[in-house]
């Protein structure tokens, strides 16, 4: 497909790229039938079933967006990597992995039986229930409002504004909890929350029901994958020892049951959530023959349409089928 030395970082392959995305889009869009709009979560139901987008953000301003770009959804399991910087960035990496472990759990996201599995009966990994419930109780502050708002604050510098919180959907979790509650009283009982459990649960539920866009989500794709610099202004937004722990649990861990197949045929770290977007990472790569996005670029997809997983069942294709044409691969 790629003839000759075309720079593909600049402007001028920007009209070619945007073709075949669109083109991609259009194919994938009908894989949205094969899977179910998330109900466990009440308000989640009235998403549209057949919106797929996509909105891909590089490091020299280049942006290729397609599909259902401008519809607004709640963040939910994305918000888990947010928490988990900001905590480390207020208590320090080592603090953290003393109180949530790094391994992949093999077992559904909101599982509870693998708490129970290890002696020291640590969460497994940031990026599932309850390891992320272990983290918002970790978060400085005394009320959710004190909790959340460095995680809004640094969401407010990387996309440039403060995203709001979906009341509708908060409530819905919130009155649909009883799993979330049950991971919430055991931890409590394990040694694993460091505030009350209304606060933590609060906090948790909040953070799961931000509004974001795929093109809010791609820029903080972007910023992790520039090791958590900001590639226009070269300042700092995440340290670099933490934006590559978030990126490590992310291919290990952020599609939870599904990481293995996803790092296997799309070999990009990347996080799922229920209402439908998936965020992912793909850092700067060494190849002999140009490619698009070489520097490195933020991805994010929204497709609601979920498979048993609870992984959205176009934008996982879409997604395979740009890395496999792009070669994002990092192995
Ligand atoms: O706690 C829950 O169940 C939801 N707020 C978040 C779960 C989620 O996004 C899992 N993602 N695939």
Redesign the pocket.
């Known amino acids: 497909m790629v003839q000759g030395a075309v720079n593909w970082n600049t402007g001028m392959t920007q009209k070619w790229l945007q073709e075949y995305v669109d083109d991609w889009v259009s194919f994938y869009r009908k894989h949205t039938a094969e899977g179910e709009v998330?109900s466990?979560?009440p308000a989640l139901k009235e998403a549209n079933q057949d919106h797929l987008g996509i909105s891909i953000i590089g490091m020299h301003g280049m942006k290729i967006r397609s599909g259902d770009v401008d519809v607004r959804f709640?963040i939910?399991?994305?918000?888990?990597v947010l928490s988990f910087i900001v905590a480390c960035m207020q208590r320090g990496v080592s603090y953290m992995l003393d109180k949530v472990d790094v391994e992949p759990t093999g077992e559904a996201?909101?599982s509870i039986m693998h708490l129970e599995m290890k002696p020291l009966k640590k969460p497994f990994n940031p990026l599932v229930?309850a390891g992320?419930i272990t983290v918002s109780s970790m978060l400085d502050g005394e009320t959710s409002k004190d909790k959340l708002d460095p995680l809004l604050s640094l969401l407010e510098e990387i996309i440039g504004h403060r995203p709001p919180i979906n009341l509708e959907v908060y409530e819905s979790?919130r009155e649909s909890?009883m799993?979330?509650r049950a991971i919430g009283y055991y931890l409590l009982e394990t040694g694993f929350l460091d505030s009350d459990i209304e606060v933590t649960l609060d906090t948790?539920?909040k953070q799961?029901?931000i509004e974001v866009t795929i093109d809010d989500l791609a820029r903080i794709g972007l910023i992790l994958a520039n090791d958590g610099k900001d590639p226009d202004s070269d300042q700092e937004i995440i340290p670099r020892q933490v934006a590559r722990l978030a990126k490590a649990l992310m291919l290990t861990c952020g599609?939870?049951d599904a990481s293995g197949k996803f790092a296997a045929y799309v070999g990009i770290p990347a996080k799922?959530?229920?209402?439908g977007g998936i965020i992912a990472v793909s850092p700067p790569r060494v190849r002999n023959e140009p490619l698009p996005f070489m520097d490195g670029c933020g991805m994010a997809v929204y497709g609601p349409a979920?498979d048993s997983?609870?992984?959205s069942t176009a934008g996982i294709r879409l997604l395979r089928h740009i890395a496999t044409q792009w070669d994002l691969s990092i192995f």
């Open positions: 998330a466990y979560i709640t939910q399991s994305i918000s888990k996201f909101n229930n992320a979790e909890s799993r979330n948790y539920f799961c029901s599609m939870y799922s959530g229920v209402s979920l997983k609870g992984n």
